[in-house]
């Protein structure tokens, strides 16, 4: 019998397992949601809790769910597994699509099992995938909410998710580095080939592949957020080198380092408008039970570090991970904000200054692209969080629902971004679509709005040794260093 077909059997065992796990599921998920969310003490099943959806994808005619006062309408359908969207200055719209990385090795006989089962939550909608690995931009011309141009920018990318565009150059974070393309606003292909800024961790394993990306206010910096290359550091610190991550990167020479760590998986990296604050939104660790750990939306402080692998929420130690850190625990940052376990936060997006009703002006939305690894399915919408003073300040709303209808997905959110209308757009990678939700009464922003505005233009470091810098021996950058164990 092969390996595969061991794995097969084991994993048909296993789900039957998992079904029935650890115990009722009845857990009131919304006393994980804010700033102090209720941890009960964890579990250590031989498998998580497992519910799948088989994902169908949309009829004809069907849209997600949206409250009174919005509109729902798709934006752009027959994509290839739409991850993110972007938005430009002059309004035009980057949707990124791809697929992980191929040949990462599976050590463990529970990671043929996981594979297995993840295989079967694919989204893509039913039939044969088509081509992905593209960024597709969007026109609006005339600002009607309906897109008038399409084409393909880009094609052939390796796993890219997170784009950021400034003073005619569009950086791509792909798999495994960091890419810079000559574009003008308004032109519909690039203007010649790709270079790199610099590389990122990625192979073989390449565990959490998603590197988004964000533009500093000041515009000289980029922000790249690195996944772990494990659920909770099974795979030795070694192989989280440079991982958990959120990195900064000179955008003209590519020097690099590690502005916050200690964070799983890391995404929908944004900064608040007002404040100039980095935020970003995190998915927690597995194989504690269904409600543990709680992912979250933080601020992002310099130098920070947010407790993954040897604790979450502070000092609550995951005693699954071997040596021991005290020290790293003491300095562990709790989180600004829980959303709840499981829930699979991938996009984040500020609204303030947008067209959306007076309900969302001032606050975020986040898109969860739902769970797989408890009774019951958790997430699998878009909510809106408010905000005063820069800072969370109420219960997050569900805002666009109607993903999940029994045991079926029609859809799975992942990235959000305001238009150049200053309606919201969210990715669902499972519908292969766009989806646009606006103001009921067509309201609309007087000028487009892009994704990364700038507030101040720094000056370019005179200083700044690049990725090619000639000759002499130096240090290794503070990128090649496990972030989390650094003195």
Same mark, same amino acid.
Not at 127 to 140: A, F, V, Y
């Given at each position: ?15 039957? #397992? ?13 006393? !994980? ?5 209720? #941890? ?24 997600? +769910? ?90 052939? #990318? ?87 991550? +959120? ?19 890391? @995404?929908? #990296? ?30 992002? !402080? ?70 797989? @690894? ?29 993903? +999940? ?75 090649? +260093? ?6």
């Amino acid at each position: 019998m092969s390996r595969t077909t061991y794995a097969a059997v084991g994993a048909l065992g296993l789900l039957a #397992l998992a079904a029935c796990d650890d115990g009722p599921d009845d857990f009131d998920v919304s006393r !994980q949601i804010g700033p102090d969310p209720e #941890l009960p003490e964890p579990r250590q099943p031989l498998l998580a809790s497992i519910k799948l959806a088989e994902v169908v994808g949309w009829e004809e005619g069907q849209t997600p +769910i949206v409250p009174e006062g919005l509109t729902v309408s798709a934006y752009a359908t027959d994509l290839a597994t739409p991850r993110t969207v972007h938005t430009l200055p002059n309004g035009d719209v980057l949707v990124v699509q791809s697929r992980g990385p191929s040949g990462k090795p599976l050590p463990r006989p529970k990671d043929y099992i996981r594979g297995w089962i993840m295989s079967l939550a694919k989204g893509g909608g039913g039939g044969e995938p088509p081509e992905s690995n593209l960024i597709t931009l969007l026109r609006d011309t005339d600002r009607d909410g309906t897109v008038d141009e399409r084409s393909d920018l880009l094609t052939g #990318l390796h796993s890219p998710f997170g784009v950021a565009w400034h003073d005619g150059t569009l950086y791509v974070a792909e798999a495994d580095e960091i890419v810079a393309y000559p574009y003008e606003l308004g032109a519909t292909e690039v203007g010649g080939g790709p270079e790199t800024v610099t590389p990122l961790p990625g192979g073989p394993i390449n565990h959490h592949w998603t590197k988004d990306l964000a533009l500093g206010p000041d515009a000289r910096h980029l922000y790249v957020s690195v996944g772990s290359n494990s659920n909770a550091a099974e795979r030795g610190m070694e192989a989280e080198n440079g991982r958990a991550a +959120i990195w900064e990167v000179d955008r003209e020479t590519g020097a690099s380092r590690v502005y916050a760590s200690g964070l799983r998986n890391p @995404n929908g #990296l944004t900064f608040h408008p007002e404040t100039g604050t980095l935020w970003t939104v995190v998915n927690e660790r597995d194989e504690l039970g269904p409600n543990l750990v709680p992912d979250y939306m933080t601020s992002v !402080q310099d130098g920070g570090f947010y407790g993954w692998p040897w604790s979450y929420f502070g000092d609550h130690v995951d005693v699954r991970v071997h040596p021991p850190r005290p020290d790293m625990v003491a300095q562990a940052i709790s989180p600004d904000y829980a959303l709840s376990s499981h829930v699979a936060p991938l996009g984040m997006a500020f609204t303030i200054g947008s067209a959306m009703p007076e309900a969302f002006a001032n606050g975020a939305f986040v898109g969860e692209h739902g769970s797989w @690894n408890r009774t019951f399915f958790n997430g699998y919408k878009v909510v809106y969080i408010p905000f005063e003073n820069g800072m969370p300040a109420g219960m997050a709303e569900d805002v666009v629902t109607g993903f +999940i209808d029994g045991d079926q997905a029609r859809g799975r959110p992942v990235g959000v971004a305001i238009d150049g209308t200053g309606a919201l757009l969210v990715a669902d990678d499972a519908g292969n679509t766009v989806w646009r939700v606006a103001a009921a009464d067509g309201s609309i922003t007087p000028e487009p709005m892009g994704s990364d505005p700038v507030t101040v233009e720094a000056e370019p470091a005179q200083d700044a040794a690049g990725p090619a810098a000639s000759g002499a021996e130096t240090a290794p950058p503070q990128t090649e +260093i496990a972030p989390a164990v650094q003195q």
